[in-house]
């Protein structure tokens, strides 16, 4: 069975950092475009950053630029997302995503394998 575990997700002050890492299994990570989609309260599901399979191309929401990196190690199977410098519009569930679509610029309905999610709060 296909999975995207996240971790890494809490509880910080604003100014602060996290880095979350999504491990997937049964899954040839290095053919899928990986993404990290984030949902706050009330809000629609966005897409904060994406790299493609070969790490190359990245994307990063105009808000996150400058301050969140994607990356990932395909022999590990594995995708990360530091977040640097953290605000309180940062506050919400972020989910790790797979696609074999070649962008890094999905619609939800492409993606085909989503994670649990993993809860950032960002306090003030």
């Known amino acids: 069975q296909v999975q995207l575990v996240e971790s890494g997700g809490g509880s910080v002050w604003t100014g602060t950092s996290l880095r979350l890492s999504c491990v997937a299994s049964e899954l040839d990570f290095s053919k899928y475009q990986i993404g990290w989609f984030r949902q706050a309260p009330g809000k629609d599901r966005e897409l904060a950053a994406a790299?493609?399979?070969?790490?190359?191309?990245?994307f990063y929401l105009r808000s996150v630029k400058d301050r969140f990196t994607i990356s990932r190690d395909n022999a590990k199977a594995t995708a990360y997302l530091q977040m640097n410098r953290l605000q309180p519009d940062d506050t919400a569930v972020y989910y790790c995503?797979?696609?074999?679509?070649?962008?890094?610029?999905?619609?939800?309905?492409?993606?085909?394998?989503w994670g649990q999610g993993t809860q950032v709060i960002v306090s003030s």
């Open positions: 790299i493609a399979h070969h790490g190359t191309t990245t």
């Open positions: 995503a797979a696609w074999s679509a070649p962008t890094v610029q999905p619609s939800i309905g492409a993606i085909e394998t």
